[in-house]
């Protein structure tokens, strides 16, 4: 396995679930399995989902999340309606999930490998700007997250981008995700506080609304390919 693949370009798949207070706890067991189970398709490069490990900033009460990566926009695409996928969403997801909100990007320069090892932890931030800002301003973001990468340590990977799909993005445009080799790694960077004072000193005054929440990979896992091998009812 090459140690230094070269950059690829990947299309990130971020949703975020509210599963319902009262849900039957085997019902969401067999959800988040079969959510799972579709990382065995042949049009994903990486899937995993599960619960959050804990939310930083949110306006909403995410409890879930999925992370997919797909080598273009027609393979989500066609990832949204294979029957398989269709089969999770409305037989097993749609009776317990109360709230959804998804967003999707195209990560340029995406080094490593494409499939997040277990116990791997993730950052994601998704970012609401004021209605009233220009492109200027929206690239000046996006600048600043993709230089987090040199300020976060021990994460692996930085990927951020303009969502592409704003039918169920709330008006969320921008969005990110820190890939860490474990917790204890993206703790260290906590106690820094980097990646907290890069956003208050430098974007803070562009940003309507943020979330930020944490998740670690599950051990349920199929293996994926590295990068260099390698719409809207939907999760």
């Known amino acids: 396995m090459s140690s230094s693949p070269a950059a690829q370009t990947v299309v990130e798949h971020i949703v975020l679930f509210k599963v319902r207070d009262n849900a039957d706890p085997s019902k969401v067991n067999a959800w988040v399995n079969g959510l799972n189970g579709l990382s065995s398709l042949d049009l994903t490069l990486h899937l995993t989902a599960g619960p959050l490990l804990r939310t930083r900033s949110s306006p909403f009460a995410f409890t879930h999340l999925l992370h997919s990566r797909y080598k273009t926009k027609d393979d989500l695409a066609a990832y949204t309606v294979h029957p398989g996928h269709i089969s999770v969403v409305k037989d097993l997801g749609l009776p317990i999930v109360d709230d959804i909100m998804a967003v999707d990007w195209v990560a340029d320069g995406l080094t490593g ?42 994460a692996g990977q930085i990927s951020v981008g303009e969502n592409f799909s704003p039918g169920r993005a709330r008006g969320y445009s921008i969005a990110s995700v820190a890939v860490f080799k474990g917790v204890s790694e993206m703790e260290e960077v906590d106690s820094k506080q980097e990646m907290e004072e890069v956003e208050k000193d430098k974007v803070r005054e562009y940003l309507d609304s943020v979330i930020v929440l944490d998740y670690v990979v599950p051990s349920l896992q199929v293996s994926g390919d590295t990068l260099s091998d390698s719409g809207n009812s939907y999760y």
């Open 113 to 154: 490998t494409v499939a997040l090892s277990p116990g791997s932890a993730i950052r994601v931030a998704v970012l609401k700007l004021k209605e009233e800002l220009g492109e200027a301003a929206k690239g000046e973001v996006l600048e600043v997250i993709r230089g987090i990468k040199g300020k976060l340590g021990e």
